[in-house]
């Protein structure tokens, strides 16, 4: 079963202890060598995000100013990993660099959905 572990951390903006390239090295490696990643990526600083809304009556609304929720914690990249079951997935996601220094990662099943 497909799982995405979903990483985040505090902004790098609030001086939290942060994770060495190094730990992500070692860990992308492990999950490369244990056959169980599918895709995965870091993503560009939060200031890099757009966000698009359409509203009822079909028009869009592009904002480039940042996110808006409330919350200390950012999205910094996901993983999605193949593995028997959630309790696998969970360990992956216990190791993962990202769930150390204040940060969390979030498990959450793939629906697939068939053609």
Known sequence: ???????????????????EF?????????????G??????????VSTATTVRVGPAGERTVTTDGPFAETR???????VIDVPDLDVALEWAARCPGA??????????ID????
């Open 22 to 34: 190094e730990e992500w090295v070692t860990y992308d490696k492990a999950l490369r060598e244990a």
């Open 1 to 19: 079963m497909k799982y995405m572990l979903l990483m985040y951390g505090p902004p790098a903006a609030d001086g939290g202890v942060q994770c």
């Open 112 to 115: 697939e959905f068939e053609a």
């Open 73 to 79: 914690e950012i999205l910094g990249g996901y993983d």
């Open 36 to 45: 169980v990643l599918v895709s995965g990526y870091a993503l560009k600083d």
């Open 100 to 109: 150390r220094y204040g940060g969390s990662v979030v498990v959450r099943p």
